[in-house]
């Protein structure tokens, strides 16, 4: 089942504008992950962020979590065209599963 | 370099004709997986391994088949593809388990006729 489901689908910005993207999730987890994903290529881990964890941040990445709500943000400031991909949340369970589940994504385009 | 690796990229076929899809990783992990992703649907797990000879069903394992003799090579078997088989699918390893950081191969597109 879906677990983490990212929103908006797909977002389209300017060159120098962030990029808030949303994640949402169903039960409680260890942990959460963001990725990366180029047009057709493989995933790239960005970030990870533990259950116990509000906020982190990477370079031009900001991940924060808040387990009451059961959502997760990834913030990417100052867009550049080379940050055109999609973007996933994944989920780990906590419960003892080594089944992540993945959301189904955010389209982002930055034009140059 | 630290890399997970498939093989082939593309692979076109019909059905019923039996195929393996490769993937190896150098990094020494211990954890590996196999992922199908289809449009609007994310990725879902196929099957995942802990360690070699050591294997369990993903979210989707139905008419696939692994196993995992060596320590860096984790194939995919598909016995007898059918057209729903179609997809992109991802090898990916990480060092402790899947729900840690995963590192993914470069995908290899199935088209089953």
């Known amino acids: 089942s879906q677990q983490g489901e990212e929103d908006p689908q797909a977002l389209s910005i300017q060159e120098g504008e962030n990029a808030t993207m949303n994640c949402s999730y169903k039960?409680?987890?260890?942990?959460l992950q963001w990725y990366r994903q180029n047009s057709g290529r493989g995933l790239v881990h960005l970030i990870l962020i533990r259950s116990n964890e509000r906020e982190k941040h990477s370079g031009r990445l900001r991940v924060t979590l808040d387990t009451s709500k059961k959502s997760s943000s990834l913030l990417i400031t100052a867009s550049r065209a080379a940050d055109t991909a999609s973007y996933f949340c994944?989920?780990?369970?906590?419960?003892?599963?080594?089944?992540?589940?993945f959301g189904r994504g955010t389209s982002l385009i930055v034009h140059p | 370099e630290a890399q997970v690796t498939q093989n082939p990229r593309y692979l076109i076929t019909v059905t019923g004709k039996k195929l393996t899809v490769t993937c190896s990783q150098n990094?020494?992990?211990?954890?590996m997986s196999w992922y199908r992703q289809d449009p609007g649907l994310g990725l879902r797990q196929i099957y995942y391994?802990?360690?070699?000879?050591?294997?369990d069903k993903g979210d989707v394992p139905e008419g696939y088949k692994v196993s995992r003799k060596e320590k860096r090579n984790f194939p995919l078997i598909l016995e007898s593809p059918s057209p729903n088989q179609t997809s992109l699918y991802f090898c990916a390893s990480s060092a402790d388990s899947p729900q840690e950081t995963q590192y993914f191969g470069p995908g290899t597109r199935l088209l089953v006729l």
């Open positions: 990094m020494n992990h211990e954890y």
């Open positions: 391994s802990m360690n070699v000879e050591v294997t």
């Open positions: 039960t409680s987890i260890n942990n």
């Open positions: 994944a989920t780990g369970a906590s419960g003892g599963s080594y089944i992540p589940t």
